[in-house]
């Protein structure tokens, strides 16, 4: 991906708060092999009641590309990232689905 590597982190509920999925106590972490290009690939295994709401937040460089002028004078920097989160909760046999996103009148 050009300008950068896009960063996926998830939160799982735990108590009163989200942890990582790492952090979460029914976690078994694996080390699988990795690819050209990859720095590291981990399988987290989780045991969560059925409707626990988890939270994907996934950062990616912008596609915008400077012009020659703006990357020499280092002009036009701004914002070079955008996030995205998604909210989703178990389903049956463990699925992820999707929940519905909220929209507040302004």
């Not at 078994?28 to 987290?44: H, K, P």
């Amino acid at each position: 991906m050009r300008g950068g590597a896009a960063t996926i982190a998830w939160l799982v509920p735990q108590q009163d708060g989200f942890v990582r999925p790492q952090r979460h106590p029914s976690a078994r972490v694996e080390q699988l092999e990795r690819g050209t290009g990859v720095v590291w690939r981990t399988r987290i295994t989780l045991e969560l009641a059925r409707g626990a709401e988890l939270t994907r937040t996934v950062v990616r460089p912008l596609e915008r590309r400077r012009s020659a002028l703006e990357h020499l004078t280092g002009g036009a920097r701004g914002p070079g990232r955008t996030t995205t989160r998604t909210r989703f909760r178990v389903g049956p046999r463990g699925a992820l689905l999707e929940a519905p996103t909220l929209v507040r009148p302004k």
